[in-house]
Nanobody, 122 residues
Framework: QVQLVESGGGWVQPGGSLTLSCTAS????????MDWYREDPRGQRDLVAA???????NYADSVKGRFSISRDNAKNTVYLQMNNLRPEDTAVYYC????????????????WGKGTLVTVSP
């Protein structure tokens, strides 16, 4: 059984920094994309940053220049370094991965973590 577990959320003042981590575990054969999404208090869930297995990254316009996504393939872990945080970054951040499990379909399946809350306020 595959699990994604996030950590690193919390409260930070505007202008501060946080680093989120997400580790995938279980009977994993290969991980394709690993991404971070966030869901705001209105329930809107949007892509924040994505990283492919080869290292290609993609960011939402609102976080370009402030956030950085990286991954450690040996540890099945993805990170999100968040700098210069703003109140509008307040959200529950979810880790997502498209991965191939042993015995699973070759095209991969989508898995989600349970989310970690990031609060940015004075």
């Amino acid at each position: 059984q595959v699990q994604l577990v996030e950590s690193g959320g919390g409260w930070v003042q505007p202008g501060g920094s946080l680093t989120l981590s997400c580790t995938a575990s279980g009977n994993i054969f290969n991980i394709n994309d690993m991404d971070w999404y966030r869901e705001d208090p209105r329930g809107q869930r949007d892509l924040v940053a994505a990283i492919q297995s080869g290292g290609t990254t993609n960011y939402a316009d609102s976080v370009k220049g402030r956030f950085s996504i990286s991954r450690d393939n040996a540890k099945n872990t993805v990170y999100l370094q968040m700098n210069n945080l703003r109140p509008e970054d307040t959200a529950v951040y979810y880790c997502h991965a498209n991965l191939v499990a042993f015995g699973g379909p070759a095209y991969g399946l989508d898995y989600w973590g349970k989310g970690t809350l990031v609060t940015v306020s004075p």
